[in-house]
């Protein structure tokens, strides 16, 4: 029924009443575009509701299921007037013998539409069969088509059809519409997958019961499996069903990598082969099985496959305590040695995922947006280059007494032979041969479950250059705005050998834009680890203005390329705003720009004539604000001096400090920075002198450094650092230990040199200059290490962290507690409901103080399930805020990600759940 109603959104199912009060309809949708709006009929609504109350819905405390009887044939039809029914071939005569048997109100007949593949009309129906008599009685309403199809589920009706002009009679076995709607779904790893319902396949034309994919989460995700996929084969097994799905799986060990086909409906009658990476770390629960539950009303859950599937369990390296001793990698059920490694194609693949970016150069850049960002990626463009004739060597950072690695097996040797002999590609310059064997392509995806520290995308591509390579390990340095967070997977492939391995994030810097990455070299066999090596670097002597370098990079499909170019700016200071979503900014960063380059969208290195890396030029993420609700993500690449990097490398190569950390299963040392956490800006000293400094302090400051002629202001300190207190917005630094300061690399070097000093207070002597006036303050220093981002917490949906750098850097913290903070909400969740957004801190829970993560869990662990919580927040901008919110420990059961040093795993643990057997 239609009428002007003008109902809109939000009114659907509420009743339609005569001017009697009696319901005759239900409101079922509108048009925004005008005043019309659709009814339902009641008859169909009444016959559930008898069914309800014969059933004893209504009539006890227990709810009882109660099924309603549907029956379906898989077939749509449409109601069309007399006229196309004729065109159609319709008999005059049938046409009499229908209006004579229906009301003169009647005007038309139903029509096939479409057949579902693999139904009880299949080569029965086709479109454009006209409907005459179902079981001998006349049927031209879809009410009277519904009622006999309900009344005859599992039982044979009778259909009487015209087909262009020939009368047929057909007999058609009626589905149970239940047994084709499915009651039950697999999660894994953020994964919808369930049979193929009625509905969808009456959308996409496809065999009802089929492997679909209603959300790819991250695992398909990362192999480029799109959403409305059918699974067609997986681990070379022929998958129909979801239990066939499940039983491949359950052979699977973490880390693995198998092929896995597919079709869209977009593409139906082709399929796409990807590779799929089991999940290592457990960032999602273990593989679930959701079943509706017609009694409770709820969708129970349980584990899919039994707790012994080599899918459960854990693997990790054994760990070696004697460094001495170990000859090799250890070995585990994920170690890189018993990884299949992947043979790089030179192509892109052909399942790309919407999130990489909306454009075709999504392989021309290292990094990338979500799709809801509708950002552009940057990738490089570079090739090959040997050089005739020269023989250079190897001067890379490798451990002292470094071998080949072992070679095994005939086959290997013939691939080594074979790759050896390969005929060189034609070089444009020195630099780039020598370099080409150190670069290395990231591919880095991000758990949407666990994306913190305000990362802004689930998919990042990027270029580095391996700067250590030895036996037992190998490092490489990439920008962080290709390894953003150390809750990633990483898979990098080789310039000089075309194989990918996984890489774990080891060092991420807490203020220069660098991570350092670790892989096991003896996963890249004898051939790969023959011409494999580290790049030799060259902190020293630091590039000047008018320095000729190489800018040597890759692009996605790993060939390298060159161009000269001349320094123009050496110490160019790093200015980069703040984002909506905290996340990194480099800070207190002199970088290097060139006169020409490749473009924002090409990273690399740059190197001397000889090959001598100087500098990583690494891509910078920002937001450009055009106003206070529009903003756009930038990207853009400089020179990051390589000096800090290998100061990094020498310290975790020489094994000096640190707390330790598994890598390929040796126990290392990894390195922590001191760092006066204070964000910097450079001030010219004619500014400087217009505030009153004095010509004694400008003359110091250019004898100390007559290039740069300036002085560094405080812009702001960081919110819970021990300069917090000390230092004021707009002091400017003039000396440390009494010596003149003029660049950032002065203040990082006296926060080194405390290290090394007799007094362990970790404090600078400092002489600012304040409103005309100078003081000297002894500020604390801060010890911080490259971890990042060490524990999660999922409570309601809202993931819950420690907060991080980036939101210490805006210089507020509650007082009432600082250490839970909402990093992000998950979709339907409660936090979501109840609006317990990001960008907020939880400092009370019911009245109970929550001053850390651990005093958080133990307030949130005497909630029970259905209980409603009164949380009070502080927002970012200062605003305290209190709301209540219902626990829902059946569907968002509380749980901890965290990162376990010892086994180099991140670890999933439920804190509280309704279901003890929820994982």
């Known amino acids: 029924m239609q009428a002007a109603s003008g109902t809109k959104g939000g009114s659907s199912g509420s009743p339609v009443i005569d001017w009697q009060g009696r319901a005759v309809a239900l409101n079922a949708g509108s048009k925004l575009s005008s005043a019309s709006a659709f009814f339902l009929p009641l008859e169909r609504v009444v016959r559930s509701l008898k069914f309800l109350q014969e059933g004893g819905y209504f009539s006890t405390n227990t709810r009882a299921a109660v099924s309603i009887p549907r029956g379906t044939l898989q077939v749509t039809f449409l109601h069309k007037g007399f006229d196309e029914t004729r065109r159609l071939g319709l008999q005059h005569e049938t046409e009499q013998l229908v209006r004579n048997s229906t009301p003169p109100s009647e005007t038309g007949m139903l029509v096939v ?51 262009g002009s020939t009368p ?18 697999l999660e894994v790893s953020g994964a919808v997958i369930h049979p193929l319902s009625y509905q969808q396949a009456r959308n996409f034309r496809f065999n009802c019961g089929l492997v679909y994919v209603a959300e790819p989460g991250y695992m398909l995700f990362r192999a480029g499996v799109p959403r409305h996929s059918i699974i067609k084969k997986f681990a070379g097994e022929g998958i129909s069903r979801l239990e066939d799905l499940i039983t491949v799986l359950s052979k699977l060990s973490r880390g693995a990598r198998v092929p896995l086909e597919y079709i869209s409906y977009k593409e139906r009658h082709q399929r796409k082969s990807v590779l799929v990476t089991i999940d290592r770390h457990e960032w999602y629960a273990p593989p679930q099985i959701y079943k509706r539950d017609d009694s409770s009303g709820l969708w129970t859950v349980k584990l899919a496959m039994r707790q012994e599937s080599p899918h459960l369990v854990s693997g990790i390296y054994p760990v070696e305590q004697d460094l001495s001793n170990h000859t090799g ?11 299949i490694p992947e043979q790089v194609s030179q192509e892109p693949r052909d399942a790309v995922t919407s999130m990489e970016t909306s454009g075709e150069h999504v392989a021309e850049g290292p990094n ?31 451990e002292h007494g470094e071998e080949r690695l072992d070679e095994s097996g005939s086959v290997e040797d013939a691939v080594l032979r074979d790759y050896q002999g390969a005929a060189p590609v034609a070089a444009t310059s020195v630099a780039e041969r020598v370099i080409e064997p150190t670069l290395v392509m990231f591919e880095v995806h991000v758990p949407s479950s666990c994306m913190l520290d305000g990362v802004h995308s689930q998919h990042f591509l990027g270029t580095g250059v391996i700067v250590y390579h030895s036996e037992t390990m190998g490092l490489v340095a990439v920008d962080k705005n290709t390894v953003a967070v150390p809750v990633s997977d990483v ?45 030799e670097l060259l902190p020293e002597p630091a590039l000047c203005r008018g320095d000729s370098v190489y800018l040597v990079g890759l692009s996605r499909s790993l060939q390298a390329t060159s161009r000269k170019s001349i320094v123009t700016n050496p110490s160019a200071a790093l200015k980069s705003g703040s984002s909506d979503v905290p996340r990194y900014r480099a800070t207190n960063l002199e970088v290097i720009e060139l006169d020409t380059d490749f473009g924002s969208t090409f990273s690399g290195v740059l190197t001397d004539e000889r090959g001598r890396v100087q500098a990583l030029w690494g891509s910078f993420s920002t937001q450009l604000k055009y106003s206070s609700s529009s903003s756009e993500e930038h990207q853009f690449v400089r020179g990051i001096p390589i000096n800090t990097i290998s100061q990094i490398v020498d310290r975790m190569t020489s094994g000096t400090g640190g707390p330790p950390r598994l890598i390929n299963g040796l126990q290392r040392p990894m390195p922590c920075i001191r760092i006066l956490e204070v964000e910097l800006y450079p001030t010219l000293l004619s500014k400087a002198r217009s505030f009153g400094l004095s010509d004694a302090w400008i003359q110091a400051l250019v004898k100390k450094d007559p290039k740069r002629r300036q002085v560094l202001q405080v812009k702001g300190c960081f919110a819970g650092s021990k300069a917090e207190n000390l230092l004021e917005q707009g002091d400017m630094v003039l000396a440390i230990n009494k010596q003149p300061v003029t660049c950032f690399r002065d203040i990082e070097d006296a926060c080194q040199s405390l290290d090394h000093s007799s007094h362990d207070d970790g404090r600078l002597d400092l002489t600012i200059f304040r409103q005309g006036n100078e003081i000297e303050l002894l500020v604390g220093t801060d010890v911080r290490d490259g971890n990042g981002a060490k524990q999660a917490i999922n409570w309601c949906g809202g993931i819950l962290q420690d907060p991080y750098p980036a939101v210490r850097a805006l210089g507020f913290l509650p007082e009432e507690g600082h250490g839970v903070y909402v990093a992000r909400w998950c979709q339907g969740s409660p936090a979501h409901r109840h609006g317990l957004f990001a960008l907020q801190w939880i400092v009370e829970v019911n009245g109970k103080p929550t001053p850390n993560l651990d005093a958080f869990v133990d307030v949130t662990k005497a909630i029970e399930h259905g209980e409603f919580v009164r949380v009070r927040t502080v927002h970012l901008n200062g605003k305290p805020r209190v709301l209540t919110l219902k626990q829902d420990l059946h569907y968002w059961p509380t749980w901890e990600l965290r990162f376990d040093p010892e086994t180099a795993m991140w670890r999933r643990k439920v804190i509280k759940a309704l279901d003890s057997g929820v994982l």
Do not use: W
Request: hydrophobic share 40%.
């Open 113 to 163: 539409d479409s057949v579902v593949p693999g139904g009880p009309a299949q080569n029965h129906l086709e479109p454009g069969d006209v409907l005459v008599r179902m079981n001998g009685e006349v049927v031209t309403q879809f009410l009277k088509m519904e009622t006999l199809l309900d009344d005859s589920v599992e039982q044979k009706i009778e259909l009487q059809i015209e087909r």
């Open 168 to 185: 047929l009679t057909v007999d058609l076995l009626v589905q149970d519409l239940h047994s084709i709607t499915p009651d039950h779904f």
């Open 329 to 339: 990698s250890c070995t585990g059920e994920v170690s890189p040695k018993d990884y």
């Open 368 to 398: 990338s947006q979500d799709d809801s960002d509708n950002g552009t990626k940057k990738q490089r463009v570079e090739e090959n280059s040997s050089v005739d004739g020269d023989v250079i060597a190897d001067c890379s950072l490798n």
């Open 491 to 535: 898979m990098i492939s080789f310039a000089a050998f075309p194989i990918e391995i996984p890489a774990e994030v080891v060092f991420l810097h807490p203020f220069h834009n660098f991570a350092l990455v670790a892989y096991d070299p003896s996963a890249l066999g004898a051939a790969g680890a023959s011409v494999i090596r580290a790049a």
